[in-house]
């Protein structure tokens, strides 16, 4: 076993690894960008090294610098983690040219398998199943017109280099094809420096259900069973799962020998995970091999029991596998859900802030949570959006499901715009519930498919709710009246109270509040024994305190519960009875902050990738105006309505701000 290892990565991933090595006793070696100083994964680790500025480009995807940084702290191994690195062959190269030891596949193995195309031509040799498509190296926007014609529409255009649903396009008609090239390659050379792309025939309602392998160098080969990854949100997975739903033991036995045969048809050595799609009849097909660890490993732990990244330390120094395929058992259901920064309202855009309040989940056996971040760090522009992964294990599927909605329930996250709500309203509807009753309810469509139930408008926020947030912005004003009183020279004066006394009138005190745009007021009248409140559809007795971890013991009509106010400027969320709500306190002085009708503003920071129009032309409604690159993916700006474009404000390559004017535009009349 290495005495010191350097773990080339951040976030949870370079966390997570930390964890096991100090477990083993292994040395830790963290890197770092300079937005990164304060890092958790820096933290975490034993040392740590600056690498550079906060461009991935010039800090995590700068081979030298972490090389150097390997050797200048003796360390004799590097992790790659997943992302940055993970699967470069150059990275793996300079590594044994150094003399360290890369924790991951041999470099033959990474570059059979980065390609799409080279993977799908040696996959077809070794006898595993491939979906019909054109995976050449010849790019000729006729020939891939006329492959797409063979192939038969819808296609699926992607990136031959990538992952992560960059560089991926569906294409339903020939008309289409031109434009949906042009943007997956843009993308692609973005993301993975290279621009080819395959087209394969698009599955209308495919399954994703990916193996974990894992081979040593002393030739042995075993799956670790299997996992569903079929709920995607632009072809990126959003909820993870283990065992897959439906799945007989005849199917795993023979996508489990499918997926044997491809690592070993590569001499492939380390963790790995091979990806198939299934259709409608249950037919599986190669999809790619990804030669690392991946962000949904944590299901396969849950149920065998194993850890992963352990088996990835013994199997670089030399060990053989712990277990033979005979010798693996799993137990019990583990899902994963992916906690993101982003908007899933906008398109599931990523967001950036603040995490001004983090409360997790309470850690046990049955609920675990990979984070990389910590109240009062920043989600900023330049890395992935991921807040953590929330894991949960039980006996069966409805088991752990269940533990999974509460779990959802208890994660409060203030000051970013994140996925949490519609986490929990994904994992309730019946298509994802009902699923380990009939697995057809599961495919890569099933968000897309239920849009109009999963972004309903959200319902009015119940009168207990408001009872809360009024009830914290009470019990703050006596607070504070209390710790003026104190440091005044007279602290018994009446003139300190805050219970709202009036001489021969009613105490009482009126806020009001913003709910979803609708104006909703609650008046609060002082009582002997707490309050009694006038709600937007009732009267309620209520009282309650201030906790000492900032939580509020409430009592509402004699219902007792427990709830957290954040208050952020005007806004205040409430996390309560396994939800979350948004409210803004009116202000006398509230002005409004929509920009002025005719602009187009940039949802997000990024850069200009292409400007499609220029001043005086006339649109349409919807039409395509800029695009913009964020995250590493592209948003079209287009029209809100017919008419005329007034002004061009950045060109092409520029960098903007969220929330950016980028185009003047005058709505037709």
């Not at 002393?218 to 709920?231: K, M, Q, T, Y």
């Amino acid at each position: 076993m290495f005495d010191k290892i350097l773990i080339a990565n951040r976030g949870e991933i370079a966390c997570r690894v930390a964890r096991t090595a100090k477990r083993l006793g292994v040395r830790t070696v963290a890197v770092y960008s300079e937005a990164d100083a304060g890092a958790l994964h820096v933290a975490s680790c034993d040392e740590a090294f600056l690498i550079g500025p906060p461009p991935a480009r010039d800090s995590y995807l700068r081979i030298d610098r972490i090389v150097d940084a390997a050797q200048r702290s003796g360390a004799r191994a590097i992790h790659p983690g997943y992302g940055f690195l993970s699967e470069n062959e150059s990275f793996a190269e300079a590594c044994a040219a150094a003399g360290i030891v890369f924790i991951g596949p041999p470099v033959g193995a990474i570059r059979a398998m980065g390609s799409k195309s080279a993977a799908k031509a040696l996959m077809e040799k070794a006898g595993v199943p491939l979906v019909p498509g054109y995976h050449g190296d010849a790019q000729d926007a006729d020939l891939l017109a006329r492959e797409a014609e063979r192939i038969g529409y819808p296609v699926l255009i992607k990136a031959s280099a990538g992952g992560g649903g960059k560089g991926m396009r569906i294409v339903r008609a020939p008309s289409e094809l031109k434009d949906a090239v042009a943007s997956a390659k843009r993308e692609a050379a973005s993301a993975f420096g290279d621009d080819k792309v395959l087209i394969e025939r698009y599955l209308t309602r495919p399954r994703h259900v990916e193996l974990q392998v894992f081979a040593d160098s002393h030739g042995n080969c075993i799956h670790l069973f299997e996992r569903d990854c079929s709920v995607q949100r632009r072809h990126q997975k959003v909820l993870e799962e283990a065992p897959a739903p439906g799945m007989t033991a005849e199917r795993r036995r023979q996508m489990g020998s499918a997926a044997v045969a491809a690592a070993n048809a590569v001499n492939y050595v380390g963790a790995g995970t091979v990806e198939f799609i299934l259709d409608e009849s249950g037919a599986f097909y190669f999809m790619e091999m990804n030669t690392r660890l991946q962000v949904e490993h944590p299901v396969t732990e849950m149920i065998t029991g194993l850890d992963l990244v352990e088996w990835q330390l013994r199997v670089a120094a030399g060990e053989p596998l712990p277990l033979s395929q005979e010798d693996v058992t799993a137990h019990g259901h583990a899902i994963e859900a992916r906690v993101y920064a982003e908007d899933p309202a906008r398109g599931f855009l990523p967001a950036i802030g603040r995490l001004a309040h983090l409360r997790e989940p309470v850690p046990s056996r049955h609920v675990r949570v990979d984070t990389g971040v910590r109240a009062g760090d920043e989600i900023g522009v330049h890395y992935d959006p991921m807040i953590a992964k929330l894991i949960c294990w039980d006996l069966d599927r409805a088991s752990a499901l269940r533990r999974l909605q509460r779990a959802l329930g208890e994660y409060q996250v203030s000051g970013v715009t994140n996925n949490l709500a519609f986490l929990a309203t994904l994992t309730a509807h019946r298509a994802f519930a009902n699923a380990h009753e009939d697995a057809s309810l599961l495919d890569t469509g099933l968000i897309e498919r239920h849009e109009a139930e999963l972004f309903a408008e959200p319902a009015a926020t119940p009168d207990a709710i408001l009872a809360v947030a009024t009830l914290s912005e009470l019990l703050h004003a006596d607070r504070l009246a209390r710790e003026r009183a104190t440091g005044s020279g007279d602290p018994h004066s009446p003139w300190h109270a805050s219970s709202g006394w009036r001489l021969n009138e009613d105490n009482f005190h009126v806020l009001r509040f913003i709910d979803g745009g609708r104006a909703v007021a609650v008046t609060a009248h002082y009582r002997s024994d707490g309050y009694e409140f006038e709600l937007p559809g009732s009267r309620a007795s209520v009282r309650g305190a201030l906790k000492s971890d900032g939580s509020i013991a409430v009592d509402v009509d004699g219902m007792r519960f427990e709830a957290t106010v954040v208050q952020l400027g005007a806004v205040l969320e409430i996390f309560a009875q396994g939800a979350t709500h948004r409210l803004e306190i009116e202000l006398p002085d509230r002005t409004g902050d929509e920009a002025e009708g005719g602009s187009l503003a940039a949802p997000m920071p990024g850069s200009v990738v292409e400007v499609l129009v220029k001043p005086g032309d006339a649109v349409t409604k919807g039409a395509a105006l800029m695009i913009i690159e964020a995250m590493k993916m592209e948003h079209t700006i287009a029209a809100p309505a017919a008419g005329t474009v007034k002004e061009v404000y950045f060109a092409k390559g520029d960098q903007v701000a969220e929330g950016v004017e980028l185009l003047g535009f005058e709505a037709a009349p």
